[in-house]
């Protein structure tokens, strides 16, 4: 398997997780596990041929390094258990660039491949976070009513900033000064947009056979008085699901998480295409 094949597996393998994650908010596991495999394999017979390590070795760690972000982002309960699997395969897959794609493109490759993957994932998870969050909200307008109001905290805050700039010369320290005055008077309308989005539509009830490993149940569950599951555990797994049927649990408050895979498929096909977008 030379790299080019080994590129298009790995996008349409992506492109049908993405499918999935949008239309049922879930990854079947056989995808994130069969591309760690193909990934594995492929280095590993690379090593072989050219009796060197290196290749193996590179595989093995660019899939650690991205296990433990995504399992970070897992325990802060941003990132589902489908998130990190294939979060890791991509690592497994891509821990340097397929030298095969320099014939047709030229990206930016001022940085070791598997950190401009991570900042670019970075980069196009948060756009499209935010382009998702308000396709939400457009669709479910009429559950949503706005009413913000700023506190006079960070109104204050943000003019005493906007004053400072009037006092200083250095014109890179003005720019960061105002943005930082920026950001605090847009952060109370951030984080209550946030807060209606979650309240209002991606919060909800759902009966006990809909609910899948990795979901995110924000309530206590108890049996007989005793605690079973506690909300701030960062998802549900198989062994709590079968645990919630032997109690005859009838339906349970989950917080949905976005279809963040689209994502992921994004940033890699950016990656591949035109490298490190941060000209650093």
Known sequence: MNELVLVVISLIWLFFASYTDFKIR?????ISYSLIIIGIAFYLIKSLIFNNFIFII?????LLILYLIGSLMYYLRQWGGGDVKLLSAIGALFPV???ELLK????????????????????????YSIIYSFYLVIKN?????????VKKIYLI???LFLILTFLIKDLILKLLILLLALLILIYPYI??????????????????????????VIENIYYKRKLIYNKNNPGVTNSDIKLFEKVNVKNLLIKEGLPFIPSFLIALLISLILGNLLRI
């Not at 879930?26 to 056989?30: G, I, L, N």
């Not at 590179?58 to 660019?62: A, E, G, M, P």
């Not at 991606?202 to 995110?216: A, Q, V």
């Open 104 to 127: 047709y493109f030229n990206p930016n490759l001022n940085l070791s491949f598997i950190l401009i993957l991570i900042l670019n994932i970075i980069i196009f998870g948060v756009l």
């Open 191 to 216: 984080k209550n947009f946030v807060s209606l989005i979650e309240k209002n539509i991606m919060i909800k009830r759902i009966p006990l056979n809909k609910l899948t490993e990795g979901d995110w």
């Open 141 to 149: 307008k009429n559950k949503i009513k706005f009413n913000f109001k």
């Open 26 to 30: 879930e990854v079947p596991d056989w």
């Open 97 to 99: 660039y397929p030298e």
């Open 58 to 62: 590179q595989s093995l760690f660019s």
């Open 157 to 159: 805050s943000s003019i």
